[in-house]
């Protein structure tokens, strides 16, 4: 307990899924911890249920609407921690979505739209959360890719290319501030197919929904999906002290998707 004790982080796309998994551990570990997400009914109830789980011995929580491709949000939202709370340790960026369309039927319009927010921004939020973290000498930065980022599957080449970029800018970023002397730590999640309501969405609503979320399961050695704690969990590694020698890295929990 109390990994994250009087930390300030930030965790976007926190309504659902990983985002709201993270924030309760993040939470529970004493961290004061701002959700952000573009769905205002989603992501009070995700506040509300944290509280209910946790009480009174976790952290602090607020919440606040954020299109993560917009950068004056980004400004607002880095604003708003250090005025919460006086400084910021901790970025999530987790915000994203996925689309399974053949690379011939992608419009471009939907191509621009998933690199705004997958990827520009994980750049945005670098960019603006880096001076605050700078100013209480340091700070660590999550960036959430995916497995999709590592290997490719058809159907997925925008997702893909997304994901692979956050990747890469995670590397470049970490090398940056490692070798400035800033304090800052950035680090790329790569977790398996994970049963949240993304895949209930994309997945168990077609005619055939249960088959597939079978065989999505069974391309992963340990034969199911993970579940959206034990990314979480992950995610919280790479956030405290506990990974205070990492930066750079590409952590892959994927119940050995990518060691085939």
């Known amino acids: 307990m109390g990994q994250l004790q009087g930390k300030a982080c930030i965790v976007t796309g926190a309504a659902r899924g990983i985002g709201a998994a993270v924030a309760e551990s ?31 011995s976790g952290g602090a929580l607020v919440t606040a609407i954020q299109d993560v491709a917009h950068e004056a949000r980004w400004q607002d939202i880095v604003s708003q921690a250090v005025r919460e709370w006086g400084r910021l340790d901790v970025l999530v960026n987790n915000a994203g979505y996925g689309m399974l369309k053949p690379v011939t039927e992608i419009a471009l319009d939907e191509w621009r739209r ?36 590592i290997a490719g599957m058809a159907g997925t080449t925008a997702y893909s290319a997304t994901k692979g970029a956050v990747r890469l800018l995670s590397k470049a970023a970490a090398v940056e501030f490692g070798e400035s002397g800033t304090g800052i730590r950035v680090n790329s999640l790569h977790p ?69």
């Open 26 to 56: 993040f939470f529970r570990e004493g961290g004061r911890v701002l959700m952000t997400d573009i769905d205002p009914a989603a992501l009070e109830a995700a506040a509300a249920r944290i509280r209910r789980h946790v009480g009174s």
């Open 192 to 260: 398996g197919f994970t049963d949240t309501p993304a895949i209930d969405n994309s997945l168990r609503a077609r005619e055939d929904g249960e088959a597939m979320v079978e065989a999505v399961a069974k391309l992963h050695p340990l034969g199911r999906l993970a579940r959206a704690e034990e990314i979480a969990a992950a995610v919280l590694f790479l956030a405290s002290d506990a990974s205070s020698f990492m930066t750079g890295a590409e952590l892959v929990v994927d119940g050995g998707f990518t060691a085939r």
């Open 114 to 149: 998933m690199m705004a927010v997958n990827c520009e921004s994980v750049f945005l939020g670098i960019k603006h959360a880096a001076p605050a973290m700078i100013a209480v000498g340091g700070g660590s930065i999550v960036n959430v890719s995916s497995i999709l980022g």
